[in-house]
C-alpha cells in the first residue's frame, strides 16, 4: 500500500546505489520512459479541461454499454460515458498528488525545521510525534480525516498529505541538523545572522535536493493511497469520479462489463510507474554524483 | 451433531475444488438423498449483507438482527408470516374485551434453549423490557399503549392498554420473548424458537443450531449459518464457488445474470424498501406543495428504476407498498412531466428556479440516486448540491436536528405510513387532518375501518407530494439450486429459516 | 522513548476519536425518539465529560483492559485475540512468501543488471510495486477463483485453525496478492541495497587480497548491504500487517482490518481504539526491534549519539 512508498522515499534520499555501476544511457531511458508515460497522463489531465467528449452527467448513453465508436471505453450503469470520467480521473489523479505533495512538502518542512532548530526537549517531543505519525497508517488517519470533513477528494488529498508531511518532516530534520552542525553555519551564525536568514541561505538549498526524489515517489505513493481509499468507499463520488472509485464502482461489474474494471487500473499503473521512473531519472540528473551532503 | 460438522467440513471443501469436482460431488450427495427426498440434515448457509450491530433488538441490533432471530430464535405471542398476515404463535388463545382495551393471551407450552419453561412472568419482563427506558427499539412508540402486564398465572398474561390499538397484534409480532434468566442479550441469546444461538462471531458468522426440543414442527433443514459479506462483490463470488447457499438480499442487479443459467433460482417478493426524496417541508421553498410537486414531475422515475434496478423494482406514488391494506395505485398520481413542473415552479413563483442541498447518506444507492436527481432537476432550473454524509451523520443532522433541506434515505419499515402524522417527525410534514385520520385509524373497531382512514391518508399525502417517493425495492434473492422453501417477500428484513431445505 | 510514544498515541486516539461523533447514532433506527436516544448514551457512558471518559479510559489500560465494544458488550481484547487469528498468519506468511521473491529477483535485477532477465526483473519489481493492491486481489479472485475455481474467492472457515489445511486454503490467495506487490517493494531495495555493495571498494579490495566474489560478498557485503534492508524489512512487516486492512475486504476475512473498518462504521470507540493501540504499538515496538538489530550488526551505529532515531533516519 501506499505507506510503503512513502517511507521508501526516506529510505533512499541519497541512492548512491546505481552511479557506479549503471551506464548513464539507462539513466536517460528512465526519464524518457517515466517521462512519456507521465507525459501523456498529464496532458489528459489538461485537455479534460478544455474539452471532453460528453458532459459528465450526460445519461443517455444506455446502461452499461461495451466500448463503441461514439463510446470509447463504453458507459456506466446511469449511462455516462466512460472515457470521459477517465479523463476526469487522469485530472484527478494529478490534482491528488500535487495536492497531497504540496501538503506534505510545506507541512513537513516546516515541522522537521522546527524540530531541528528548536531545543532538544521539543525535538524529543516532535521526532516522538512522527514516529507515532510514520507508524499511524495512512489509511486510518484518511478514515479520521474522512469521518471529520465527510468523504470527497479533498478530504482524501489532506490525509494522504498529512500523512506523507511526517516523513519528509524526518528528512528536513536530519540533512537541517546536519547543516547547523557544520563550522561555516557556526559561524554564520555567532557573525549574527538571523534564523530566518539562515534557513533561507544554508538550510533550505540543502534540504531541498534530498527531497525531491521522496516527494516525487510520495507522488505517485499519492495516486495508490487514493485509489485504496476510494475502494473502500472514501473517496469522490462520480461523475467526477476517481479511477479508484471507479474500479469500486465496476468490480461487482466485472464480468459483464470488464472494461471498466481495467481501464481505470491500467491508467492508474501507468501513472504510478510513470513517476517512479521520472523520480529515478530525477535523482541521477539532480544529485550526479549521489554525494549531496553526505 | 456430528453429521453436521462433518457436512460443514464437507462444504468448505467443496468450495475449494474445481468446477467439475462440484459437479461430481453435487451428483454423489443429490443420489444419496434422493431416495428418502430433502435432506432434513442438511446445514443451510446463508450468505448476507446485512450483519446486525449486536444481537438484541432492543438496544440496536437493526434489520440485521430480525433477519436472523426474529422467528427463528426468538418467537412473539404472534408470527407475521411472509404474506404480511398475523397469526398466533406463543399465544395459544386470546381474548379481548369490549371495550378493547384489555388482552387475556393464553401461553403454549413451551421452553427456552436454556431449558427453562415459558412462563407469563417471561412475557411481561419481555413486554416491559421493550417498551423499557433502556429500550431504543424500532417500535418502541408503537407499544408504548401498553399500560401494565399482569401474570395472572403461570400461563396466563393480561395486557392492559392506555388507549385501543388495532395493530396491537401486529406490532406484538415483532417483540421477541426471551428467558428474564438470561440477562444481557446483546451477543448471547435463549428464546423459545425453533434453532437456539451457536456460534457468534462478529464481521463473519452466526450459526443456528437446531433445537432438539423445539414445542413445535421441527425445522426441514439440520441447521443456518448466516454468513457475513461487508462487500456486494464478496457475497456474490461466495454464491458463484458455492461457499454460500443463498444470499438474502441481492442489491446489485448487473450480476444478476450471472445467476440466470439453471444452477441458481432468482426469486423476486415485494420489499417494503421505499427509496425516498424526503423534502424538510418546515422550511421554504418546500413548505409550497407546488415546489414539492414540481420536483415530484420533474424526475423520470422509470430511467432511475432501469438504472438502479435494471428495469425491476416497482414505481410508487405514496409511502404505501401493494403489500399493505391500504395501498393504491397511486404511481401517475404526480406524473413525469417537465412541462407541468415548469408550470407549478412558476406559479409558486420560481420560474427562474433555485438551489438545494441533498444531504445524501453515503452507504448503498443514495449517491448514484442524487446524482440522477441532480441531473434530471437541472432540466427546469433547479440547481442540486449533494452533500455526501455518513449514516451516523444522517441521524444526528437531519434525523434529530432537522438540519436539512432534503435528503435521501431508503426507509425498510413496514405500515409506516404513521410517520406522516408526528409532524416532529424529521420531515415535518404538517397536516391536521392527517393526523386524526391516523389516530382514529389506530382507534379502529375493525380492520375495514382502519383501512379506510389509512387509505385517505395514503391518498392526502400522495396529492400533497409529502415527500418524493421514487421506488420501492425489489427484494431479490438467488438460491442455488436445489435449494427449496426459501421466504420471497422482504417484510421489514422477516426472514424465516425453518422451512428452507436442501434436496 | 517508546513509552511517551506509546502515551501520546492514547491521548490522541482517545480525543480524536470523541471529537468524531456521537456513537449513539450508530445504534438507533428510523423511529427513535429524543429520550430513547438520551438513555442510550448514558448506557453507553458517552454522556459524561471528556476528561472523566479519559480517566476511566486510562484506569483501565493501567489494567491491561481495553474495554468491552459499545455495540456488542464483548470484551475489546478477547476479539482482537481471534482475530489474529486470521491476520497474524496472513500477515507472516504474506511476509515470508514476499522476502523469498523479493532477495533472489533483486539482487539477480543487481547482479545481472545488464542481462535482459536483469532488466526485466527490475521491470517486473517495478510494475508489481505500482499496483494498487486491492485491485491485484480482484484480479486474483477473477482468474483463479472464478473462473479457474481453484482457491476459495474469500471468507475464512468457521472452525478457525482447527482444520489446517483449509486455513491455510482459503489463506493462499490474500497472502499472493499481498506477497505481490510487497515483494516487488522489497525487491527494489534488494536490488537498490545490492547494487550498493557490489560497487564499494571494501568488495574490489577482499577480491584483490584473492578472495572469490561470492566469498568476499557473503564475508563483507552481506554485512554491510543488509543494515539499511532490515529497517526496511521492519517497515514493510509493519506495512503488510496495515495493509491486511484493504486485503481483508477484498477477502472477506474476519480479521483485524474488517473489526477496524466496522467498528469506525458502528462508531464502536473501544474496538477502533483497541485495534489502533494494538497495531501502532506493533508497529512501533517492530521499528525499535530493528534499530536493536541493526546496531548489533553494525558497529558504527551503536557510536551514535541519539542511536535509535538517527539510524533509522539516516538507514
Known sequence: MSVTVLTEAERNPRSRDTRSRRPRRRTSVNLLVG???????????????????????????????????????????????LFTQLMIGARLAMLTGVGAVAIAAVLGVLVGLVAAMAGRWIDDALSSLLDIAIAFPTLLLAMLVVAWRGASLESAILAIGLAGSAVIARLTRVTATRVLAQDFVTASRTSGTGTLRLIRLHVLPNVWPTLIVPLALQFGGAVVAEASLSYVGLGSPPPNASWGRMLQEAQSTVLVAPTAAILPGLLLVATIIGINLLADGLRD?????????? | MISRHRRSRLAATLAATTASLLVLAGCASGSGSSDAGPDANAEIIVGSQNEPTNLDQIFGGSSGVTEVFTGNVYEGLFRITDDAE??????????????????????????????????????????????????????????????????????????????????????????????????????????????????????????????????????????????????????????????????????????????????????????????????????????????????????????????????????????????????????????????????????????????????????????????????????IGVTVDINIITDDQWYEKVYTDHDFEATLQGHVNDRDINFYGDSDFYWGYDDADVQTWLADAEQADSVEQQTELITRVNQKISDDAASVWLYLNPQLRIARDGITGVPENGLNSLFYVYGIQEA | ??????????????????????????????????????????????????????????????????????????????????????????????????????????????????????????????????????????????????????FPAGGFPRSDWEDPGAAIFALTLPVLTIAIVSGSDLARYVRSATLDVLGQQYLRAARATGQSFAGAFVRHGIRNGIVPVISILAIQLSTTFVGAVIVERVFALPGLGDMLLVGIQEQDFPSVQGVLLFSTTLVLLLGFVADVIQRLIDPRLRASVSGNRMARAAA
Not at chain 1, 36 to 50: D, E, K, P, R, T
Not at chain 3, 44 to 62: E, S, T
Open chain 2, 86 to 379: 398475523v397469526e398466533p404463535l406463543l399465544a395459544k388463545e386470546t381474548e379481548v374485551s369490549d371495550d378493547g382495551l384489555t388482552y387475556t393471551f393464553t401461553l403454549e407450552d413451551a421452553t427456552f434453549h436454556s431449558g427453562d419453561p415459558l412462563t407469563a412472568e417471561a412475557v411481561k419482563y419481555s413486554l416491559e423490557r421493550f417498551i423499557g427506558d433502556d429500550s431504543i427499539a424500532a417500535r418502541k412508540s408503537q407499544l408504548s399503549v401498553i399500560d401494565t402486564v399482569t401474570a395472572v398465572d403461570d400461563t396466563t398474561v393480561e395486557v392492559q392498554l392506555s388507549a385501543k390499538s388495532i395493530s396491537f397484534t401486529y406490532n406484538l409480532g415483532y417483540v421477541w420473548i426471551v428467558n428474564p434468566e438470561a440477562g444481557d442479550l446483546t451477543a448471547a441469546a435463549d428464546g423459545t424458537g425453533p434453532y437456539a444461538l451457536g456460534d457468534y462471531r462478529k464481521g463473519d458468522s452466526i450459526t443456528l443450531d437446531v433445537n432438539e426440543d423445539y414445542w413445535g414442527d421441527a425445522p426441514a433443514n439440520g441447521g443456518v449459518v448466516y454468513q457475513y459479506y461487508a462487500d456486494p462483490t464478496a457475497l456474490n463470488n461466495a454464491l458463484i464457488t458455492g461457499a454460500v447457499d443463498l444470499v438474502t438480499s441481492q442489491s446489485n442487479p448487473d450480476s444478476l445474470s450471472e445467476f440466470e443459467s439453471g444452477d441458481y433460482e432468482i426469486i423476486e417478493g415485494t420489499s417494503t424498501t421505499k427509496e425516498l426524496l424526503a423534502f424538510n417541508d418546515r422550511v421554504a421553498p418546500f413548505d409550497d406543495v407546488n415546489v414539492r410537486k414540481a420536483v415530484y414531475s420533474a424526475i423520470d422515475r422509470e430511467q432511475l428504476l432501469d438504472a438502479i434496478w435494471d428495469g425491476r423494482g416497482q414505481l410508487i406514488g405514496s409511502m404505501v407498498p401493494p403489500s399493505e391494506p391500504w395501498y393504491l395505485d397511486l404511481a401517475d398520481n404526480n406524473p413525469y412531466d417537465p412541462e407541468l413542473a415548469a408550470d407549478l415552479l412558476a406559479e409558486a413563483g420560481y420560474a427562474d428556479g433555485f438551489e438545494f442541498t441533498i444531504d445524501t447518506p453515503e452507504s448503498g444507492v443514495h449517491s448514484t440516486v442524487a446524482e440522477f436527481l441532480q441531473t434530471e432537476l437541472a432540466k
Open chain 3, 1 to 150: 522513548m517508546l513509552l511517551l510514544a506509546f502515551a501520546l498515541a492514547v491521548v490522541i486516539l482517545f480525543v480524536v476519536l470523541r471529537l468524531l461523533g456521537n456513537p449513539v447514532f450508530a445504534l438507533i433506527s428510523v423511529g427513535a425518539t429524543e429520550q430513547e436516544i438520551a438513555a442510550a448514551a448514558a448506557r453507553l457512558g458517552v454522556d459524561r465529560p471528556i476528561p472523566v471518559q479519559f480517566l476511566d479510559y486510562v484506569v483501565q489500560l493501567a489494567r491491561l483492559d481495553l474495554g468491552t465494544s459499545f455495540t456488542n458488550n464483548l470484551p475489546v481484547g478477547d476479539e482482537i485475540l481471534r482475530r489474529l487469528n486470521v491476520t497474524l498468519p496472513l500477515t507472516l506468511l504474506a511476509f515470508l512468501l514476499s522476502v523469498v521473491i523479493a532477495v533472489p529477483v533483486g539482487f539477480i535485477a543487481a547482479w545481472r543488471s545488464r542481462t535482459w532477465y536483469g532488466t526485466a526483473f527490475s521491470a517486473v519489481s517495478q510494475l508489481g510495486g505500482a499496483i494498487p493492491v486491492f485491485w491485484v486481489g480482484i484480479l486474483l479472485v477473477t482468474a483463479l477463483a472464478l473462473n479457474a475455481r481453484l
Open chain 1, 35 to 81: 517521462g512519456v508515460l507521465f507525459g501523456i497522463i498529464a496532458v489528459v489531465a489538461i485537455l479534460s479541461l478544455v474539452a471532453l467528449p460528453f458532459e459528465p452527467s450526460d445519461t443517455t448513453g444506455g446502461r452499461l454499454q461495451p466500448p463503441s465508436p461514439e463510446h470509447w471505453a463504453g458507459t456506466d450503469r446511469l449511462g455516462r460515458d
Open chain 1, 285 to 294: 540528473v539532480a544529485d550526479p554524483t549521489g554525494r549531496t551532503l553526505r
